[in-house]
């Protein structure tokens, strides 16, 4: 078989990632070698064996790996026809170097909701304009990745905080436009931010960014009734672009932005 290696990297503007790394390899093999940021990793097809602290462990497409700072690991192919694999690389600020022993002793972890979790934070940070989406996702990732390391501190449930809750939303319906990060919003409520995503989720029962964008969804449509043209309508609500907008309008509505503006009845006429 020929050996193929298809990649992409980028870094995204959100506080805590390094890097993302999405690969398919199939004959490569990495050598020994180490980073000097958390590895959170995630097997769409096929599957890895690798080495670390000397113990031999895997990576079947339904587990998430994650492997500490400044230990030593390497890499293949557990599979005829290779691998292909998404990979966050994190600093120390969502985990700290008290739990590298923990990640030596077991980083393979089986977590059908941390899987899903993961996934989700690769599509956001894959989209332009969902800054705020993939910053409450990282959030709630990391709180899992810590309850597995650390499961004498795990939580039961979502501190309530009401009155965070609410401050936190009156300050996302100031910035509907503009937007703000979680980083932000901590500094200006002074509140940790996973805090900010824990409290108002667990008060309204919805997250942070599901919040805004619903807001700015609000607001386009008004202005597509109105005539507006789509991209206009993007630009007017905060959305990174047309395609940003069409994204989360058709989550939302069921339609595309254009086809939710050409089926307004013409103006003067009654529905």
Same mark, same amino acid.
């Given at each position: ?20 790394? &999405? ?11 180490? &980073? ?11 599957? *890895? ?7 031999? &462990? ?28 998404? *990979? ?51 959030? +709630? ?6 309850? &597995? ?16 809750? #609410? ?20 500094? +200006?409520?002074?509140?940790?931010? !996973?805090?900010?995503?824990?409290? %108002? ?26 005539? *507006? #043209?789509?991209?206009? !309508?993007?630009? !007017? ?11 989360? %309008?058709?989550?939302? *509505? ?18």
């Amino acid at each position: 078989m020929a050996q193929q290696r298809e990649v992409s990297a980028w870094r995204p503007p959100v506080p805590g990632v390094v890097e993302v790394f &999405h690969a398919h390899f199939t004959a490569y093999a990495y050598p020994m070698h180490v &980073h000097e940021a958390w590895t959170l990793l995630i097997v769409d097809d096929g599957a *890895v064996r690798y080495d670390l602290d000397r113990h031999e &462990h895997g990576t079947p497409h339904d587990t998430v790996t994650l492997l500490p700072p400044h230990v030593p690991h390497n890499g293949s192919a557990a599979t005829p026809h290779g691998f292909r694999k998404r *990979v966050l690389y994190l600093d120390g600020s969502l985990l700290t170097d008290d739990l590298i022993g923990p990640a030596v002793d077991a980083p393979d972890l089986r977590d059908p909701v941390l899987r899903r979790r993961v996934g989700q934070l690769h599509g956001a940070l894959a989209a332009p304009g969902d800054e705020l989406e993939a910053e409450s996702r990282l959030t +709630l990732v990391g709180d899992r990745l810590r309850a &597995h390391l650390r499961p004498r501190l795990a939580t039961t449930g979502p501190r309530t905080d009401p009155a965070l809750a #609410r401050r936190l939303r009156e300050l996302l319906d100031e910035r509907v436009v503009h937007g703000l990060s979680l980083e932000e919003a901590g500094s +200006l409520l002074q509140a940790h931010p !996973a805090h900010l995503v824990r409290a %108002f989720s667990g008060a309204y029962g919805i997250a942070p960014h599901q919040y805004l964008n619903s807001r700015r969804v609000e607001r386009a449509r008004r202005l597509l009734l109105a005539g *507006v #043209r789509p991209a206009e !309508a993007a630009a !007017a609500t905060g959305f990174y672009d047309q395609a940003h907008l069409t994204r989360h %309008f058709r989550r939302l *509505v069921g339609v595309t932005p254009g086809r939710y503006r050409d089926g307004a009845p013409p103006s003067g006429s009654s529905r």
